[in-house]
Every structure is written in C-alpha cells, then in structure tokens.
C-alpha cells in the first residue's frame, strides 16, 4: 500500500469488473482487491488504518455486499463505503443509505464515476 496515496479496497466476485474498476483507479489511488467479501472483512479488520474506503458490489455468492456493509460497521462505524449493483432490492438499499452508505452505484458505471471515488474522499474526513 501506498502511504502517500489513499487507498481504496475494491471487492467484487466478476473478475472483468473488478479489474476494470481497479484499473481506473490506480491512476489516483493504491488499490486492493477481492473477489469475495468474507476474504475482504479479514483484511479489513487486520488492516482498517490503511484503508480510506471500501467500494463493493452487493450481489456475490457467500457473504453479499449488503452483510458486509453491515459487519465492517460493526467493527468499525465510521468505515467508508460506496456500493455497486446491477440489480437491486430497493428496500435494501434504502436500509444502507439510512445506515450512512456513501453512495449506490448503477452497474455498468461509467469511468468517470469510478474515479468519482476520489470525491469521496476528499469529501469524508476520516
């Protein structure tokens, strides 16, 4: 991880999306990626002070996006995070966006709203 740059934790089962999102946002940040979220939770709580924000998907077999939200929460209240869906219950993600969720986003994204990202955290002090 790169001290001078934040870092953004990118979970995602779809291996072409993930990339894609890593890709562009390595042009302005340090990135880590995983293809499933129990994986992600480990690192997280082993690692909290290195990451700035986490970007997930919500629909991943196991563990989903939504219960992962919730568990970093848990362990830590003022975690960062943004999601991504390509489908999507709205109650569900009205309880995120009640429960403090940065943002919800549309699957497929475009680039400019992947490196949106950076907005995010210039906007949320840690």
């Known amino acids: 991880m790169d001290a001078k740059k934040p870092t953004v934790m990118v979970v995602d089962d779809n291996d072409t999306i993930r990339e894609m999102v890593v890709r562009v946002l390595r042009q302005a940040v ?3 990626d995983f293809d499933n979220a129990e994986d992600a939770f480990i690192f997280y709580k082993n690692n909290k002070a290195h990451v700035d924000i986490v970007l997930t998907d ?18 830590n209240p003022a975690v960062k995070v943004v999601a991504m869906t390509g489908e999507y219950d709205e109650g569900k993600l009205q309880e995120l966006r009640e429960a403090g969720i940065l943002d919800v986003w549309t699957k497929p994204m475009p680039i400019d709203t992947i490196a949106g990202i950076v907005e995010h955290l210039k906007e949320t002090p840690a």
Not at 58 to 75: A, I, T
């Open 58 to 75: 919500m629909r991943m077999p196991g563990m989903d996006g939504y219960d992962l939200f919730f568990k970093l929460r848990e362990f």
């Open 30 to 32: 340090s990135t880590m």
